[in-house]
């Protein structure tokens, strides 16, 4: 693992060589004069501005589909949000972005990350990720350890930069350590429905961070899509990390594995990967920057 991120940091060395950061930077601006907290969402109002916000960034900014519904009522929401917690990230200082907050003058939400105890998804309809992966095996060769899965994670455009995101996971972290959860899971999206269009990174991900047998989750038949489509000599990393989405880039830094195999989900327009983060193989640097 240490091997990936060592790569991960030669490529963007490799970017701000080429100056490409800072064309970014330009180009997306963060707002100036912020406050920002992130914490749980306490109710149900809290809970519908998230929704808002994976509306906008899911549906309006990104490529998922909508039912008549979900048009209609301009929420990303399933019956898992009942059952869940919802990690927020609020500005306390601008009224004219994110999704304001009901009763409140400029709290607004511009980010969000959804969170599954394995004690609730068991005493329910079990984990969200379990549609796209067989991860009962994983659960009862580790009857020991908790889980907790994450998912639905989002931010606003205009705040998708490190400080906001770095606060988002402080937030998580936090609940982790709280709550003193072993293992960390969940699904991570490519931008992409064919899997073609990302072969690189799908075959770096399959011959650098294949989960080791014992942390191994595999896709359901009907829906496994092989993600070796290159032998590990022929992946130009450059290339395969430039089209890697940040969050994937953060977890495989944190010390992540991934599952086998590759799902298309036809209405979020994505192509996921299962992520698996055992809690003591994270590097303690993070664990460090992330313990507030």
Known sequence: MPKITQKIKEYNSQKYKNKILSI???ITKEPKNIDLDARLARTK??????QQLRFKVFYKELSAHPSILTRFTRRDRDTYDKICQHMLVIDKSNKKRGILLIGKKKENVVGTYRLLPQRDAESNKGFYSQDEYDIKPLIEQHKERKFLELGRSCVLSSYRKKSTIELLWQGVWKYILENNFDVMIGCASFQATKPEQIDKALSFLYHHA????????????????????????????KEALKIMPPLIK??????????????????FGTI???????????EKRFVDKFTL
Do not use: C, S, T
Request: aromatic fraction near 8%.
């Open 210 to 237: 294949l989960a080791p047998e014992e942390w191994r989750v595999k896709a359901k038949k009907n829906r496994y899509v092989n993600m070796n489509m290159m032998k590990k000599e022929e992946i130009n990393i």
């Open 272 to 282: 996921d990967v299962f992520i698996v983060m055992p809690r003591e193989l994270i």
């Open 250 to 267: 953060g977890y495989l830094r944190l010390g992540a594995y991934v599952g086998d195999g590759a799902v298309i989900d036809k209405q």
């Open 45 to 50: 109002n809290e809970i519908k501005a998230a």
């Open 24 to 26: 970014r930077k330009k």
